[in-house]
């Protein structure tokens, strides 16, 4: 991909600060519902600083290139705006036109999380930028924190 390419990719991504969280897995995994509590949790704490969560975008994301990062923002025609399942689309949440993604999470069972991931193996590829790639259940409580945990230690 060169750096003015642009790659849609269905997805769902929210930022603290510069750092974003890329959320995949199918339709209907929960990648809306956990962009919506991390919306609503505290901000991320890092070097004494406070970075308080905002969307990027829900279920499409633009990826691309920008230096040595991969940068996501969103489409126009879906700018600021969430989808949250029985109350339809809502958009009045902190935004953020585009931020660097630090890491990707992929929605999985529980089953399939493993305990100890080494994440010098376990990767996430796109345009020559390899990623931390974490598998989390979104219907465990933690999930939240284990995203903002990860941003602080991984990233």
């Keep these: 991909m060169q750096n003015?390419?642009?790659?849609l990719c269905h997805a769902t991504c929210v930022a603290y600060g510069r750092q974003a969280i890329l959320i995949i897995g199918p339709?209907?995994?929960g990648k809306s519902d956990l962009a919506l509590r991390l919306l609503d949790g505290?901000?991320?704490r890092r070097d004494g600083l406070e970075f308080h969560?905002?969307?990027?975008?829900?279920?499409?994301v633009l990826l691309q290139l920008g230096g040595d990062e991969l940068l996501a923002?969103?489409?126009?025609?879906?700018?600021g705006k969430l989808e949250v399942r029985g109350l339809g689309i809502v958009d009045h949440f902190p935004l953020c036109a585009s931020a660097?993604?630090?890491?990707?999470?992929?929605?999985?069972?529980?089953?399939?999380?493993?305990?100890?991931?080494?994440f010098s193996a376990v990767r996430w590829?796109?345009?020559?930028?390899?990623?931390?790639?974490?598998?989390?259940?979104?219907?465990q409580a933690s999930a939240t924190v284990k995203i903002r945990t990860a941003l602080r230690t991984l990233c």
């Design 4 to 7: 003015d390419a642009q790659t």
């Design 27 to 29: 339709s209907g995994s």
């Design 42 to 44: 505290p901000p991320l």
């Design 53 to 60: 969560p905002a969307l990027v975008s829900d279920d499409q």
């Design 73 to 79: 923002s969103a489409p126009a025609s879906i700018r």
């Design 100 to 118: 660097g993604v630090r890491a990707v999470v992929t929605l999985v069972p529980n089953a399939q999380v493993e305990r100890m991931p080494d």
């Design 125 to 139: 590829q796109m345009s020559g930028v390899s990623l931390p790639l974490l598998h989390i259940d979104p219907w």
